[in-house]
């Protein structure tokens, strides 16, 4: 199953548990980035999109350090969750060992 079936997948139960409200426990080991809500405990993933943004922050507005191609491989190791409907991915892209912030939708 793909990462993101399996994420759209909890996040449609959480949504249903919560009344909408999406709730996100720390993972057992959330350590790679303290900032991470959630492990996936090194799950490898393409990008979906072209010119995709590997960002410093998990915001629009952080340094941009990187484009990705459609196709290229990363390693998710966890999610941000900034808000309602806002998840970000902190990955590394393979090919260059840069490690950054992807808007979930692009994975």
């Known amino acids: 199953m793909t990462l993101?079936?399996?994420?759209?997948?909890?996040t449609a139960s959480a949504l249903?548990?919560?009344?909408?409200?999406?709730?996100?426990?720390?993972g057992a080991s959330a350590a790679s980035h303290p900032s991470?809500?959630?492990?996936?405990?090194?799950?490898?993933?393409?990008i979906s999109g072209s010119n995709v943004r590997l960002r410093s922050k998990p915001s629009t507005n952080s340094t941009v350090l990187r484009l990705l191609q459609k196709g290229a491989d990363v390693t998710v190791y966890c999610q941000k969750n900034a808000g309602e409907a806002n998840w970000w991915y902190y990955v590394k892209h393979n090919a260059s060992g840069v490690k950054g912030w992807v808007w979930w939708a692009y994975v």
């Open 36 to 46: 991470c809500d959630q492990d996936f405990r090194d799950h490898v993933a393409e």
């Open 16 to 26: 249903l548990l919560t009344g909408g409200a999406v709730v996100v426990a720390p």
């Open 4 to 10: 993101r079936r399996r994420l759209g997948m909890a």
